[in-house]
């Protein structure tokens, strides 16, 4: 009878033990299947994303020309520092204002068109600022804001400076 026992002991501690190697096992299996599927979700969204850009892309290539023929000329980038010297101005802010090379770069994605980098160094208020960003969306001039940089010891609720980054878009010299 101590026999039996003994071996029944053994028989269930066996038992115990498989259970315990089996259940590692099957929790490695699904962690590595969910890093699967967690990569191939992600892979299945990355091709829904692109899809839809070029989808948008396709769309959109009839308007190009159009777009093209609003950017200014080469000749006229110095009228945009200029634009955005007088909309500072207007909204009680100090601008300097400097493009980062004398001559544009090309696009790395619309052959027809050049971009010109800029930096500002402007100073005003809080609202001040607000003015001044809702006067450069009046700008007839297609650009982006890169990166702002907001310095003031009280946030913007006094004397602040802002640096701005950003790329004005213009035709392409002698593009024909």
Request: hydrophobic content about 45%.
């Amino acid at each position: 009878m101590a026999i039996n026992i003994a071996v029944s002991i053994g028989a269930v501690a066996v038992a115990m033990s498989s259970i315990f190697v089996i259940r590692q096992w099957i929790e490695g299996r699904v962690a590595t299947t969910r890093e699967k599927l967690l990569f191939l979700q992600d892979r299945e969204n990355r091709q829904t994303v692109f899809m839809n850009l070029n989808s948008d892309y396709n769309r959109l290539t009839p308007v190009f020309p159009v777009l093209y023929s609003i950017l200014p000329p080469p000749e006229n980038v110095i009228v945009f520092a200029d634009a955005i010297g007088q909309a500072a101005k207007e909204t009680g802010n100090t601008i300097e204002f400097q493009f980062e090379s004398s001559e544009p770069s090309p696009d790395p994605i619309f052959p027809a068109v050049d971009r010109v980098g800029f930096h500002a160094k402007v100073i005003g208020t809080g609202e001040s600022f607000r003015q001044f960003f809702q006067r450069l969306e009046t700008l007839h001039y297609i650009s982006t804001v890169d990166t702002i940089d907001i310095d003031g010891p009280q946030g913007i609720y006094g004397a602040v400076t802002v640096m701005i980054r950003g790329t004005v878009f213009i035709q392409k010299k002698n593009a024909t």
